[in-house]
């Protein structure tokens, strides 16, 4: 059995886990900082690098405990060397490159972004033992706090981007949002909760004409939302005051806002998922499963959106369970597993870190990293 050890320290989690070669997790440990950041009301890239600092060897080491191996019994060392903040990046792959150079072992220097799209393959232990055999052409989505990207997928690690937001990831608008609507910090999961019981139809929104029919962009849905919340702004520039404050909510209508903000960007999403499915079908093959991953999909109401639109138009849906939709290391390691699995033996340790994903604009990738 050929285990890897995953790293993650992109953002704020500190994370690693050793997955095995069908792609079992068979240990997972992730060090949240949420406590160090709720002060500022997101993350602090200073406070997150240092708090890697001090998390990361405990965190690695408890990976390996976890899994019942010693490092001597690791096959290869996983990174996420991009895209990220890169002082908390710098730290995860500082570790990963020694722990590699020190024990002679391969080193794969992975994208986030395509370690989310593919994070649905992995199993957990008490998962079938066969590997899940996907069917291909695909389409992939990718919604996370920085990346809501959607992709045409003709083989496992074979991706072209299709769209992407022009402006705020879909997990970044629902934080802003939900700190418009006075929640705390993690925006996300705290919007989700409060969205609960809300009316999901209380406040429309217009979905975005954009240059690309497979592009997404958020932000008039936060200006909407930003109005509705504080009303309409009096007077000009620096002078200018919002007639209301988030604090004047009652709460139902904190709950109604909640639901329709949410519904709104996952509306978006689908309608770009259906568009691009519908391409896909007219010029070549239709897709025939769906990948998703990305801290977003952790939500319900989303999961139950996808699921539904899946079955509706007859396509295998491979999403992660919750705990590796957002940011984990066994996703990390599945996909350096996926990467040893079709042949690759690895990058060298001189592979930079790097801010931007491979998909980033003006990057065509054929095989993913
Ligand atoms: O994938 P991820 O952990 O980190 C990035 O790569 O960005 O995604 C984090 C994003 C945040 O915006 C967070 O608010 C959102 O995922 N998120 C959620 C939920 N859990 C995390 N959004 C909606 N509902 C959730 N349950
Ligand atoms: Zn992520």
Same mark, same amino acid.
């Given at each position: ?62 990976? $390996? ?82 990346? =809501?990207?959607?992709? @045409? ?15 705020? %990831? ?30 999901? @139809? ?10 690309? %029919? ?43 806002? %909640?639901?329709?903000? @949410? ?5 978006? $999403?689908?309608?770009?998922?259906? =568009? ?12 025939? =499963? ?28 491979? $999403? ?5 939709? $957002?940011?984990?290391? %066994? ?13 690759? @033996? ?24």
């Amino acid at each position: 059995m050929k285990c890897i050890l995953g790293i993650e320290s992109s953002c704020d989690e500190t994370a690693a886990s050793v997955v095995d070669d069908r792609l079992r997790v068979r240990s997972s440990v992730v060090a949240s900082q949420d406590e160090l950041h709720a002060a500022y009301g997101g993350v602090v890239p200073e406070i997150a690098s240092r708090a890697h600092l001090e998390r990361i060897v405990p965190v690695m080491q408890k990976a $390996v405990d976890d899994a019942g191996l010693r490092l001597d019994d690791l096959a290869a060392i996983a990174v996420g060397v991009r895209p990220g903040l890169i002082g908390s990046l710098l730290v995860g792959v500082s570790a990963a490159k020694g722990l590699a150079w020190a024990r002679m072992l391969p080193f794969y220097g992975v994208d986030h972004v395509a370690a989310h799209l593919f994070a649905g393959l992995l199993r957990t232990s008490d998962a079938a033992d066969e590997p899940m055999r996907p069917e291909f052409p695909a389409l992939g989505l990718v919604v996370s706090g920085g990346h =809501t990207s959607l992709f @045409q997928i003709e083989g496992v690690l074979e991706c072209a981007l299709l769209g992407r937001t022009i402006d705020d %990831a879909v997990g970044e608008a629902l934080d802003k949002a939900a700190h418009l609507l006075g929640l705390p910090h993690p925006g996300g999961p705290n919007l989700e909760r409060c969205a609960m019981g809300g009316d999901a @139809q209380a406040l429309r929104f217009t979905s975005p004409r954009l240059p690309s %029919a497979l592009d997404f962009s958020l932000s008039g849905l936060k200006t909407k939302l930003l109005y509705e919340v504080r009303g309409v702004p009096q007077g000009r520039g620096a002078q200018s005051v919002f007639p209301r404050a988030s604090s004047d909510l009652d709460e139902s209508r904190r709950r109604d806002l %909640a639901a329709s903000f @949410q519904h709104a960007a996952f509306a978006q $999403v689908l309608e770009r998922l259906t =568009t691009a499915h519908d391409a896909m079908s007219e010029k070549s093959a239709p897709a025939r =499963t769906l990948f998703v991953g990305g801290g977003v999909v952790a939500n319900a109401t989303l999961r139950a959106l996808l699921t539904q639109w899946c079955s509706s138009r007859g396509l295998s849906l491979v $999403v992660p369970e919750q705990r590796y939709c $957002v940011d984990n290391a %066994a996703m990390i390691a599945g996909l350096a597993q996926l990467r040893r699995l079709a042949g690759d @033996q690895g990058d060298d340790l001189s592979t930079p870190t790097e801010p931007v994903s491979l998909f980033a604009r003006g990057r065509k990738p054929t095989r993913v990293q």
